[in-house]
């Protein structure tokens, strides 16, 4: 059984996410008592509850719920922002609290549906309330022959996959709310204050309205968290920035405003865009309160014998520690550089709980697609991406995975933790049960993820679960040099003695791409696929930068013919037989942020069914379509940043530097590309900006409070 209820007060809720509360059933002023498992839930929130009536031996009739999701009704506060907007703020807030007191939550749509203003249903009103809602009805009237809000949106400049987001987000909703308070827009993944304040200039939003000024400082701690890497800023930092906009509400409405609108959330001078302090509080909530199951096993000895049998192996007694710790523990993090044996310890762990007589349901995944199909290279077990496990939708950027429909997982082991943010590590944990059993793997020395946070290193350093740290390198082919000098990174060193699998090409910042060229030139005439080759830079502009080496390559290696079909695409020529990388996870698709494949078909919109360009990428032997504004996730891939190689391995990797790159030149960016060769390293550019970037650590350290609230919760 299904029901809609507006909720009006929590009566009780538990920190493991049982809740009771008292509401209303939409299009009724029936109460009802609700009871059932949810983490999400605030007063005035209409929620679609699936369960079955009870009957309580003390508390009498109620409702408990399997399932609780948000409603497709409006909530009581966008009604109040739409009823100001159309009645051009004549109706006050207190008047518009009273209206749906006495109307209820549909109280739009009666207006809507009784415009003549002598009904019966407004006589108890006063004049001056009937005239401001005849005023309201003629705005409803005067829209109906407006363009449709889609035509408006388009004409702002939003792409047509952009509106497609918006609507599955906003659903039937959509008119109401962006008519009533265009920066709503800001919700939607990717919309930016900029593209909100067309829209908001479209329905003549003043530039001192406290809606647009309070999405300006949303619009602030945005922007100022993804570029530092943070998960909030300090008042102070936010104060210099916003008095720069001559706003004429003080700071301090303009952050009420926002914290009203559960844009921001602000705690002890913290300013957080929510949807990051709500991540940090249910990751520090869910690893208090997870009981994972443990795997009890007897005669471990004979077991990790017959492991070691099966695996053509000895294991020695770090990695035997290892491997009980996770068996006989809660979860477990394991960290460690390349070649120091991580993947032998998971290969061991999955054939333990294989062979185990209480069978565990086990999933693996990796952040990236690429990520993902090494470890399942690697261990002989199935991998996929998190957002693939997680049934992510990428039209209304939400995961089908969640609290109400969790994994049917005991044992969820995550690769390549140090790539996973706070908002997606706790998107996660949001579809664990309280029972799962984590093993978090990763190198806290690589890069840390491009969105807000630092997860895995925040994990580790809060000590709330098992941290087994790798060091002895295991991983000794040939002597490689390319894990001798990643780790002599990690100790600011860079080594003279580069031989074997490490090479060495002294150049000058203009004369790198000469050097490129020959190299992949020779690798080509080795045998090798231009696939397995990878040039890797720190930053896009400048002579040896992404963008100029991929222009170069490109012009070498598949240049203009007229055996070849090309197209140009916001300046950048695609051929046929370009390599290019994926931008965005696609996984309806099966193609993810990372991938990188060849171009073999480009079909011009006159040879195409829907008169659309369409390109046809082939990534080894999954061919996907591209047309529309999904042309624009893709890019050259002959060279690409260090931070999109991370979670792949090359056979190759050509690694540039040069003193050009200055304040890139740090460490743990040159570990991690170092880190991407598989068998052939060979750095490109001026030894002496290797030096630097060996003794160079990152400027910015980030901050979150993850930590904080693990140590707590730890200690409580």
Same mark, same amino acid.
């Given at each position: 059984?299904?029901?809609?209820?507006?909720?009006?007060?929590?009566?009780?809720?538990?920190?493991?996410?049982?809740?009771?509360?008292?509401?209303?059933?939409?299009?009724?002023?029936?109460?009802?008592?609700?009871?059932?498992?949810?983490?999400?839930?605030?007063?005035?929130?209409?929620?679609?509850?699936?369960?079955?009536?009870?009957?309580?031996?003390?508390?009498?009739?109620?409702?408990?719920?399997?399932?609780?999701?948000?409603?497709?009704?409006?909530?009581?506060?966008?009604?109040?922002?739409?009823?100001?907007?159309?009645?051009?703020?004549?109706?006050?807030?207190?008047?518009?609290?009273?209206?749906?007191?006495?109307?209820?939550?549909?109280?739009?749509?009666?207006?809507?549906?009784?415009?003549?203003?002598?009904?019966?249903?407004?006589?108890?009103?006063?004049?001056?309330?009937?005239?401001?809602?005849?005023?309201?009805?003629?705005?409803?009237?005067?829209?109906?022959?407006?363009?449709?809000?889609?035509?408006?949106?388009?004409?702002?400049?939003?792409?047509?996959?952009?509106?497609?987001? +918006? !609507?599955?987000?906003?659903?039937?909703?959509? =008119?109401?709310?962006? &008519? %009533?308070?265009?920066?709503? #827009? $800001?919700?939607?993944?990717?919309?930016?204050?900029?593209?909100?304040?067309?829209?908001?200039?479209?329905?003549?939003?003043?530039?001192?309205?406290?809606?647009?000024?309070?999405?300006?400082?949303?619009?602030?701690?945005?922007?100022?968290?993804?570029?530092?890497?943070?998960?909030?800023?300090?008042?102070?930092?936010?104060?210099?920035?916003?008095?720069?906009?001559?706003?004429?509400?003080?700071?301090?409405?303009?952050?009420?405003?926002?914290?009203?609108?559960?844009?921001?959330?602000?705690?002890?001078?913290?300013?957080?865009?929510? +949807? !990051?302090?709500?991540?940090?509080?249910?990751? =520090?909530?869910?690893? &208090? %309160?997870?009981?994972?199951? #443990? $795997?009890?096993?007897?005669?471990?000895?004979?077991?990790?014998?017959?492991?070691?049998?099966?695996?053509?192996?000895?294991?020695?007694?770090?990695?035997?520690?290892?491997?009980?710790?996770?068996?006989?523990?809660?979860?477990?993090?394991?960290?460690?550089?390349?070649?120091?044996?991580?993947?032998?310890?998971?290969?061991?762990?999955?054939?333990?709980?294989?062979?185990?007589?209480?069978?565990?349901?086990?999933?693996?995944?990796?952040?990236?697609?690429?990520?993902?199909?090494?470890?399942?290279?690697?261990?002989?077990?199935?991998?996929?991406?998190?957002?693939?496990?997680?049934?992510?939708?990428?039209?209304?950027?939400?995961?089908?995975?969640?609290?109400?429909?969790?994994?049917?997982?005991?044992?969820?082991?995550?690769?390549?933790?140090?790539?996973?943010?706070?908002?997606?590590?706790?998107?996660?944990?949001?579809?664990?049960?309280?029972?799962?059993?984590?093993?978090?793997?990763?190198?806290?020395?690589?890069?840390?993820?491009?969105?807000?946070?630092?997860?895995?290193?925040?994990?580790?350093?809060?000590?709330?679960?098992?941290?087994?740290?790798?060091?002895?390198?295991?991983?000794?082919?040939?002597?490689?040099?390319?894990?001798?000098?990643?780790?002599?990174?990690?100790?600011?060193?860079?080594?003279?003695?580069?031989?074997?699998?490490?090479?060495?090409?002294?150049?000058?910042?203009?004369?790198?791409?000469?050097?490129?060229?020959?190299?992949?030139?020779?690798?080509?005439?080795?045998?090798?696929?231009?696939?397995?080759?990878?040039?890797?830079?720190?930053?896009?502009?400048?002579?040896?930068?992404?963008?100029?080496?991929?222009?170069?390559?490109?012009?070498?290696?598949?240049?203009?013919?007229?055996?070849?079909?090309?197209?140009?695409?916001?300046?950048?020529?695609?051929?046929?037989?370009?390599?290019?990388?994926?931008?965005?996870?696609?996984?309806?698709?099966?193609?993810?942020?990372?991938?990188?494949?060849?171009?073999?078909?480009?079909?011009?919109?006159?040879?195409?069914?829907?008169?659309?360009?369409?390109?046809?990428?082939?990534?080894?032997?999954?061919?996907?379509?591209?047309?529309?504004?999904?042309?624009?996730?893709?890019?050259?891939?002959?060279?690409?940043?260090?931070?999109?190689?991370?979670?792949?391995?090359?056979?190759?990797?050509?690694?540039?530097?040069?003193?050009?790159?200055?304040?890139?030149?740090?460490?743990?960016?040159?570990?991690?590309?170092?880190?991407?060769?598989?068998?052939?390293?060979?750095?490109?550019?001026?030894?002496?900006?290797?030096?630097?970037?060996?003794?160079?650590?990152?400027?910015?350290?980030?901050?979150?409070?993850?930590?904080?609230?693990?140590?707590?919760?730890?200690?409580?």
């Amino acid at each position: 059984m299904k029901i809609e209820v507006t909720v009006k007060k929590i009566i009780y809720q538990t920190q493991h996410g049982y809740v009771v509360f008292s509401g209303e059933l939409v299009g009724q002023t029936q109460e009802i008592i609700c009871v059932g498992q949810t983490s999400k839930l605030q007063k005035d929130m209409i929620v679609k509850c699936e369960g079955e009536y009870i009957e309580h031996p003390t508390y009498g009739l109620q409702f408990a719920f399997q399932s609780l999701e948000l409603s497709d009704h409006m909530n009581r506060t966008q009604i109040s922002y739409a009823l100001r907007h159309l009645s051009e703020k004549s109706l006050t807030y207190k008047e518009i609290d009273e209206l749906i007191d006495h109307f209820g939550i549909e109280l739009l749509h009666i207006i809507k549906d009784h415009q003549d203003m002598d009904h019966p249903l407004y006589d108890h009103l006063s004049k001056k309330v009937k005239k401001k809602i005849a005023h309201v009805i003629d705005m409803l009237k005067a829209q109906e022959d407006e363009e449709t809000i889609t035509d408006i949106l388009i004409m702002c400049g939003l792409s047509s996959t952009m509106i497609g987001n +918006i !609507n599955a987000t906003f659903k039937e909703n959509l =008119s109401f709310i962006i &008519k %009533s308070d265009p920066y709503e #827009l $800001l919700r939607i993944d990717g919309i930016g204050f900029k593209s909100a304040d067309k829209v908001g200039q479209w329905f003549k939003i003043p530039n001192d309205d406290i809606r647009r000024e309070s999405a300006l400082i949303y619009d602030i701690v945005s922007n100022m968290t993804f570029q530092r890497g943070d998960t909030y800023v300090l008042l102070d930092d936010i104060l210099n920035e916003f008095d720069s906009y001559q706003t004429l509400h003080s700071l301090e409405d303009c952050l009420e405003f926002a914290t009203m609108k559960q844009y921001i959330v602000v705690e002890h001078h913290h300013v957080y865009p929510a +949807i !990051n302090y709500h991540a940090e509080v249910f990751i =520090s909530e869910f690893l &208090k %309160s997870s009981q994972p199951k #443990l $795997l009890p096993y007897q005669h471990m000895d004979q077991r990790l014998k017959e492991v070691e049998a099966l695996m053509g192996i000895e294991l020695d007694s770090s990695q035997i520690e290892a491997i009980t710790s996770f068996i006989s523990l809660g979860h477990m993090v394991l960290t460690g550089g390349p070649g120091t044996g991580k993947t032998t310890i998971v290969k061991a762990i999955l054939k333990l709980i294989e062979m185990s007589e209480n069978p565990r349901v086990v999933h693996c995944c990796a952040p990236t697609g690429r990520a993902a199909k090494r470890l399942s290279q690697l261990t002989s077990f199935p991998a996929s991406t998190l957002h693939s496990l997680l049934q992510w939708n990428k039209e209304s950027n939400t995961f089908s995975r969640n609290e109400t429909n969790p994994l049917l997982v005991d044992i969820l082991i995550i690769d390549e933790m140090s790539m996973i943010d706070v908002v997606l590590f706790a998107h996660t944990l949001r579809a664990c049960p309280p029972h799962v059993k984590l093993l978090l793997i990763g190198d806290p020395n690589q890069l840390p993820p491009v969105s807000p946070g630092n997860v895995l290193l925040d994990i580790m350093e809060s000590n709330v679960m098992k941290c087994v740290s790798l060091e002895y390198i295991y991983r000794q082919k040939s002597e490689s040099d390319i894990l001798r000098l990643a780790h002599s990174m990690l100790k600011h060193v860079w080594l003279d003695d580069l031989r074997l699998d490490v090479k060495h090409i002294e150049s000058s910042a203009k004369h790198v791409r000469d050097h490129v060229i020959t190299l992949i030139t020779k690798a080509l005439e080795k045998g090798y696929r231009i696939e397995d080759i990878q040039v890797l830079s720190p930053m896009y502009k400048g002579v040896a930068g992404v963008d100029a080496l991929n222009h170069v390559c490109q012009k070498v290696f598949n240049p203009h013919s007229e055996d070849k079909r090309e197209v140009l695409i916001h300046g950048k020529i695609f051929r046929e037989f370009d390599k290019v990388l994926q931008l965005k996870n696609r996984p309806d698709d099966h193609v993810y942020n990372g991938d990188i494949g060849i171009i073999v078909d480009v079909i011009h919109p006159f040879e195409s069914d829907n008169q659309q360009l369409t390109l046809v990428v082939d990534y080894d032997g999954h061919f996907v379509e591209y047309q529309g504004d999904y042309l624009h996730q893709l890019t050259h891939a002959y060279a690409l940043s260090v931070h999109k190689s991370q979670g792949s391995e090359y056979p190759i990797v050509i690694l540039v530097a040069v003193n050009d790159y200055k304040t890139m030149l740090q460490s743990r960016l040159y570990y991690t590309g170092i880190t991407r060769a598989a068998n052939s390293l060979i750095c490109v550019g001026e030894r002496s900006a290797f030096e630097k970037a060996a003794q160079q650590e990152s400027q910015i350290n980030r901050v979150s409070t993850l930590k904080h609230r693990l140590m707590l919760e730890k200690s409580s």
